[in-house]
């Protein structure tokens, strides 16, 4: 999962998390926990959030239940872990 992607959405729609959970009829808490990780967003979420966000909803499920990227590190990074 990857919540980033919602506070992307959200972002750059200018909403704020009150307003985004309001819209969604539910708390702050509610997409507090889903922000931070803490809680995975359902899949029947999907598509008001898509809607709210002016995305498609297939878009957004493929971001949000995408795995997120590992940081890629340099073979010298690597390489001095592995002598430490």
């Not at 971001?63 to 997120?68: L, S, V």
Request: proline share 5%; no cysteine; aromatic share 8%.
């Amino acid at each position: 999962m990857n919540p980033k992607a919602l506070e992307k959405y959200r972002l750059r729609k200018g909403l704020t998390i009150t307003e985004l959970a309001r819209m969604m009829g539910k708390t702050p808490g509610w997409y507090s926990k889903i922000r931070h990780g803490k809680q995975a967003l359902s899949s029947r979420h999907i598509v008001p959030l898509a809607r709210i966000f002016g995305i498609s909803s297939e878009k957004l499920a493929r971001e949000y239940f995408a795995e997120p990227k590992l940081e890629e590190t340099s073979s010298s990074d690597l390489d001095s872990q592995q002598t430490a």
